[in-house]
């Protein structure tokens, strides 16, 4: 309740519940989410408009072994009761997996310690191509300066071939929770430019959120969005035989 309030405070519209299973810890099981109604039974309004905060389901699997992956194929039905489906690759096998056959809505990039492998384009790009998103914890480069170190020499990496295909989270505390255009000012650290930064706390999140409904509907989503008149158009109607005299 805690971290909602403040999510809410600095500017968020959308929050995501992140229910994540690590093999090498323990045999887990993936088991049915919680319903946000249950947790929150009033959700605070954003601020400037009348809508109420969003909140999703997330589950993220830390897969340290090709076998891990065989749980995100099959067909298991709380598997499909999340909007948002991660994965954590810890090698480059696995990464490479992630990006060109699981069907998943988030890679996410380890920030913590230097990488084991580089980044090589043709499965980044394929991931591109299949809606998939890279994703960045921003929190380590805020606490700690050797693991700031490794957050920005990473994400570079990353950077330089994902075309800013990425986007941004934060750990479990609200003193390490930023807002959106602080997140956004953080990207510029990263190797991304401005509107790229911007889209990775925004289009890029809500891209990740339809690529998500996409898989649970296994055919697609159509969306509208309002589209702004022309001043042409909001002027008022002349006659034409008016208009006719006018011109002439």
């Not at 598997?79 to 096998?93: G, H, M, N, Q, S």
């Not at 990496?157 to 989270?169: D, P, T």
């Not at 296994?218 to 042409?232: F, M």
């Amino acid at each position: 309740q805690n971290i909602l309030t403040v999510c809410f405070s600095v500017g968020y519209s959308a929050v995501a519940l992140n229910h994540v299973i690590d093999f090498k810890e323990k045999k887990q099981e993936i088991i049915k989410p919680v319903s946000p109604s249950e947790l929150f039974p009033s959700l605070p309004i954003v601020q400037g408009t009348s809508k109420r905060i969003k909140v999703l389901t997330r589950l993220t699997l830390v897969v340290s072994d090709p076998s891990h992956c065989n749980l995100l194929r099959s067909t298991s039905a709380n598997i499909r009761l999340y909007d948002i489906i991660a994965v954590f690759p810890k090698t480059e096998k696995l990464f490479h997996i992630a990006c060109t056959t699981l069907d998943v809505d988030l890679v996410c990039i380890n920030v913590t310690e230097k990488l084991p492998f580089y980044f090589r384009r043709p499965p980044v790009n394929m991931a591109i191509d299949r809606g998939i998103y890279f994703e960045l914890l921003y929190t380590p480069a805020i606490k700690d300066s050797t693991m700031r170190r490794y957050t920005i020499s990473n994400a570079i990496s990353l950077m330089q071939i994902c075309k800013g295909k990425v986007s941004s989270q934060s750990e479990n505390k609200p003193l390490e929770l930023r807002g959106p255009y602080d997140v956004a000012n953080l990207g510029l650290l990263f190797g991304l430019s401005e509107g790229e930064a911007k889209a990775a706390v925004s289009t890029n999140c809500r891209a990740t959120m339809l690529h998500g409904e996409t898989r649970k509907s296994a055919c697609g989503v159509v969306y509208t969005v309002k589209k702004p008149r022309k001043v042409e158009e909001e002027e008022t109607a002349v006659p034409a035989c008016k208009k006719a005299k006018t011109q002439a």
